[in-house]
Structures are given as structure tokens and as C-alpha cells.
């Protein structure tokens, strides 16, 4: 990939630079804008090239009416001995000059901007997104805000390099042919520039109608974009339950939006480009006529009349062209407008700007007077919620679904903010810490751990930046995986470490994806764990040995523990029961299970299925 030449061409544009603004414009003009202004230079260049274009191109059908006019006026003997120099000039235009502006056009387009300017964008566009919060996630696809991305750098670097290189060869082009056919003959130069007037009238009242197709038209295409990933995200219960092809109907309702939404963009080309046919015809028509006429009456040379005739079909060409170019302006910008709704998103949930990077946690928690009810006016969760977790204790989360326990921890790790009162760790409001550093204080293991489409070493190392293979290895072996994972292999022949595990680990059973989970955690080794229902997806004989290495992990930790099979935390220091947002009951297993009305008694017997007494039970 290393190449002298080429390095010294595309070092103009770094690809991963970012000034750091913390928004990206949102609106398209703006965010064109700003992303132009960053590799001004080459576009500067790409304007005054893209000017050379059209000169040269106006220049090289005036040469062949001036060729014309020098072979009527002289003989074959005289021609090189009296035009030697002039057609050595015309040599050279057609030998360097073309080549040089065409050539320079090339190399500033494909090595400066294409590759490096696009990357640019969608670098910095990605490290806007990925500080969204949580929620943000929730409520969109994966699929199309991935597409959203990737969108916004092709589309700002189309538009720009559309602007400044066809539009502006064609404006220049355009010039340089009414002076030429106004200087042969004024009413010519009328004629093109009616012509002209038309064609902008054309900009001005069909491209807007056009422009609205063509936005319509990008969003069906990422609303059908979205729905197909999310049916092959889940594609397992897809499998499962869509018996009778529900997913055929919503897919064709997409299809069909979509369908409609690109007839109505063709419909809208094809007006335009029978509008522009209507209009070159009477160009050329009109410009021929009055040439013809200006020769017969002897006011126009042969060669005149073929560079004139020369110009007006390229302008017809160029036009049809440009056109299509103009349209695809109209597209990238649509497009450049629909990405920055998702890539020019103010983050609902960021750090302040004196946010504090926290050091090692000693595992304080305090809820203090915490209302929190997902923006709805009568929720029923947190409603002043006060609660706190001593450093060192393993309390357990306790109640029934709804009650609260994972927003508990979701407010901890601050996926959501609260509406009012405070979070503290280690008397810290997490507000005032920086997301990166408080989430470093936690190790969670969750009820459906997210893998990642990479190697099993990756995806075990995602918990400490570095590690070394014999750490990993290690945590592997402490969460009982190590095992499994040397007996791995993925269809690329990929075996052991080195073995990808599919799109969220589906490669792998529920329980070795627990595993996995478990060892990355295990190798974080955070001074706060939280395990929701960490060794559900276990067999028993399994969980007992995990067990055991996660009493060791725990020794010295702070532990929030989730679990519905109340045996699992049963010898926590303090049992925390919640209901409907509310702490109802707490203590010690053995504590609650003798309050015979609590709801940890009621639950406990119930796991229990009632062949222990309540008094036997605590025993």
C-alpha cells in the first residue's frame, strides 16, 4: 500500500483528524460546510481544475473551426511550412494541456478526497454517535444508523466534489460558449442565453420537487434497510414463530413504501429530462438556423459554422449531463440532511465539562431521594428512593418483574439520568464523573451477555485494554470456558482463541456465552460487580464451579446481584426487596423469610413449592 509518489499525493487529508467540536452541524448546508472547510485546500485545487476542464473543452471545438478555416486558405505543400506553430500549439493542447487538466482532476478527486475525505467524516460522524446514550439505541436500528454513517461521508464528498468540479467545468463551459457565439454573431449568444434562462428555470421549479423525492425516497430505503437487519438480527425467533410469514408482510409493506417512493422520484427525472430535451432541441435549432443564415450572407467562415455547431452538441451533451449530476446533487444533499437528524444528535446524557476522572472506586453506593420514571408524568418506579450499599457488601436485588431492579442498576451505571435527586459513589455525584471513568468501577455479567462478531480472545479481552494471552487464558479458565472455547472452530477454520463467534455470540449456546461474559469480567476485575442473573443460562454442575470462582472475584468487591432464583443469593450480607419502584423489605435471608405476610416470604415459597415449612426453610 506504501507507495513514495501516491503518499506525498494523499497526506492533503487526514482521515481520522477531528477538531473536536462537540455537535456536528444540523442542517446539510452547515454540515457540508464544516466538513469542506477542514481539506479546503484540495477542494480549492479541485475548483480551479474543474474551471480548466471547461476551458479546455470550450478551447477544443473552437480549434476545430479555426482547423477548418487554416485547410480551406492553404494548400497541402504550404500548410506545415506556413502553420507549423499553430498546429504544434493545437498539439499541444490536445498532448499536454487536456492530459495535465484531466490527469490533475483525476488524482485530486480518487487519491485526495474520495477515500480520505470520506473517511474523515464518518470517523468523526462515528465518534459522535457511539457517545450516544443507551436510549438512543434502543430506539432506532443498528442496521440504519450504520447506514447513516456511511451515508454522510459519500454524500457530503459527492456533493462538494459534484459542485466544485461538474457544475463548475459546466458553468464554465457555459460562459466561454455564449462569449464565443455572441462574438460571431449577437443574436447566437441571445439564443443561448435564453436557452440558459431556461434551463434554470428548469433548477428552479422541477429540482425542489425533486429534491423532496429524493429525500422521501432515502428514508423508505433506510426504514427497509432497518427492518431487513432486524429480521436477520433475530433471526432465531423469526425461525421460531413466524409460522405463517408474518415478516413476508412487513417486509412487502417496506418494499412497497419504498416502491412508491422511488416511482415518484422517476416520474420526477423523467419530467426533467424530457423538459431539458425540449429545451436543447430549440437551442440547437435556433443556433443552426442563424449560422446557416450569417454563412450564407457571408459573415461566418466554414470553420465557424463547425466550431459553433461543435460547441452547441456539446452543450446538449453536457447539459443532459449535468442534469443527471444536478440530480445527484439534489440526492446527496436529501441524503446529507436525513444523516445528520441521526449523526447531529445532541446526546441526551453527556459529560460536563469539568467532569471528574474518577480513580479506583471503594465501592460507596447511595441512592438519595432518586425520582425516576422514564418521562412519564405517572409513572410508577423510583419516587424518592433512598438506599445505601456499604464498600465490600453483596446485597441482592429482590422482587418481581417490574419492580424496578434493573432500572436500579441501569440509573447505577447511568444509562439513564435521573429526574431528581442523586447517585453517589464514593460521594461523588456520577453526574459529575466522566462516563468512562465510572463505568470503570463496574464489572457487569448480564442475563443475555452481548458478544461481539469477533474472536473469542477479542471478546474476553474487551475487559482490559492490553491483556496478555495468559491472562486471558486464565480468566477463561476461572469461568470454566476454556474448555469449550479450545473445541471451537468457526467456518473460516478459525479454531480455539482465535474462533469468531457470529453476530452476538450465536454461534455459541446460551450458556457458553455466559461463560465467556463471565471471564471478561472476571479479567476486568472491577472494584463493583453487578450480576444480573449471571449463571441462569448454567447447568448445575457448571454453576457450582463457576460459583465458587465468583466467590473469590467477589472477596473485597462490592456486589449488586439480580437474580429471580432466590437460592442463588440467598447468603448475601442484605437482601433489598423492591416492588413497583419501591423498597418494601430488607435484610437477611433469614430475616425476611420469617416475616410470614412479607413478599420475600411469599416468593421464597413459592420457589419453594411448599414442601418446606417457612421456619424449616430458614434453617
Do not use: C
Not at 434493573?406 to 435521573?418: A, K
Amino acid at each position: 500500500m506504501d507507495h513514495p509518489v501516491w503518499n506525498r499525493v494523499e497526506r492533503f487529508v487526514d482521515p481520522f483528524s477531528d477538531p473536536g467540536r462537540e455537535l456536528l452541524p444540523q442542517t446539510a448546508w452547515g454540515f457540508i460546510l464544516y466538513f469542506a472547510n477542514q481539506a479546503r485546500w484540495p477542494f480549492i485545487i479541485l475548483l480551479v481544475v474543474g474551471g480548466l476542464v471547461g476551458g479546455v473543452d470550450a478551447a477544443l471545438y473552437w480549434s476545430v473551426g479555426w482547423l477548418i478555416d487554416i485547410l480551406d486558405n492553404t494548400s497541402p505543400e504550404a500548410l506545415l511550412r506556413d502553420h507549423w506553430h499553430q498546429l504544434a500549439g493545437l498539439a499541444a493542447l490536445l498532448l499536454v494541456v487536456r492530459a495535465v487538466v484531466m490527469i490533475g482532476s483525476a488524482v485530486i478527486e480518487q487519491q485526495v478526497i474520495v477515500p480520505r475525505f470520506y473517511t474523515m467524516i464518518r470517523w468523526q460522524a462515528f465518534r459522535r454517535v457511539i457517545e450516544q446514550p443507551y436510549t438512543f439505541y434502543q430506539n432506532d436500528f443498528a442496521g440504519r444508523i450504520a447506514t447513516k454513517i456511511m451515508q454522510a461521508g459519500e454524500s457530503t464528498g459527492d456533493f462538494i466534489v459534484t459542485s466544485l468540479q461538474a457544475m463548475w467545468s459546466f458553468l464554465t463551459f457555459v460562459i466561454l460558449t455564449t462569449t464565443i457565439l455572441t462574438t460571431l454573431d449577437w443574436r447566437m449568444g441571445v439564443v443561448v442565453a435564453v436557452w440558459g434562462m431556461g434551463y434554470a428555470a428548469i433548477i428552479r421549479f422541477l429540482l425542489p420537487r425533486l429534491r423532496r423525492a429524493g429525500k422521501e425516497n432515502a428514508n423508505e430505503r433506510a426504514v427497509l434497510n432497518g427492518r431487513m437487519v432486524d429480521i436477520f438480527t433475530n433471526i432465531l425467533s423469526v425461525k421460531l414463530f413466524d409460522s405463517r410469514q408474518r415478516e413476508h408482510g412487513g417486509i412487502r409493506s417496506a418494499l412497497t413504501n419504498y416502491l412508491s417512493a422511488v416511482t415518484h422520484l422517476t416520474r420526477m427525472i423523467t419530467t426533467v429530462r424530457a423538459s431539458v430535451a425540449l429545451l436543447n432541441g430549440f437551442m440547437m435549432t435556433g443556433v443552426a438556423a442563424l449560422a446557416i443564415s450569417s454563412w450564407m450572407n457571408g459573415a461566418l467562415s466554414t470553420g465557424a459554422i463547425a466550431a459553433t455547431m461543435g460547441l452547441v452538441f456539446r452543450l446538449n451533451q453536457m447539459s443532459g449531463w449535468m442534469m443527471f449530476n444536478i440530480n445527484g446533487l439534489i440526492r446527496a444533499y436529501s441524503t446529507v440532511q436525513d444523516a445528520t437528524e441521526t449523526v447531529s444528535v445532541v446526546p441526551s446524557i453527556r459529560d460536563r465539562s469539568d467532569a471528574i476522572e474518577m480513580p479506583k472506586s471503594s465501592g460507596r453506593i447511595r441512592f438519595d431521594k432518586v425520582q425516576f420514571h422514564y418521562g412519564k408524568k405517572n409513572g410508577e418506579l423510583f419516587d424518592g428512593l433512598t438506599v445505601e450499599i456499604e464498600p465490600g457488601e453483596k446485597v441482592g436485588l429482590v422482587g418481581p418483574s417490574g419492580a424496578g431492579k434493573s432500572t436500579f442498576v441501569n440509573l447505577l451505571l447511568r444509562l439513564y439520568d435521573v429526574e431528581s435527586g442523586r447517585i453517589l459513589l464514593d460521594d461523588h455525584d456520577i453526574r459529575d464523573l466522566t462516563q468512562g471513568s465510572l463505568r470503570e468501577q463496574f464489572g457487569v455479567v448480564s442475563q443475555e451477555p452481548s458478544l461481539m462478531h469477533r474472536s473469542l480472545r477479542e471478546n474476553i479481552s474487551y475487559g482490559k485494554l492490553g491483556a496478555t494471552e495468559a491472562e486471558i487464558v486464565e480468566a477463561a479458565k476461572k469461568a470454566h470456558a476454556h474448555e469449550f472455547i479450545m473445541g471451537v472452530e468457526d467456518p473460516k477454520g478459525r479454531r480455539g482463541y482465535d474462533a469468531h463467534v457470529g453476530e452476538r455470540g450465536i454461534k455459541l449456546s446460551g450458556g457458553q456465552r455466559q461463560r465467556v461474559a463471565i471471564a471478561r469480567v472476571m479479567l476486568k476485575d472491577a472494584p463493583i460487580l453487578i450480576l444480573d442473573e449471571a449463571t441462569s443460562a448454567l447447568d448445575s454442575d457448571i454453576e457450582a464451579a463457576i460459583q465458587e470462582n465468583l466467590q473469590g472475584l467477589m472477596a473485597g468487591k462490592t456486589v449488586v446481584a439480580i437474580a429471580h432464583r432466590l437460592s442463588t443469593i440467598a447468603a448475601m450480607d442484605r437482601l433489598i426487596v423492591m416492588d413497583r419502584g419501591e423498597i418494601v423489605e430488607m435484610g437477611t435471608h433469614a430475616q425476611l423469610v420469617k416475616r410470614p405476610d412479607g413478599l420475600y416470604a411469599r416468593l421464597w415459597a413459592r420457589q419453594s413449592g411448599g414442601f418446606l415449612a417457612l421456619g424449616e426453610a430458614a434453617e
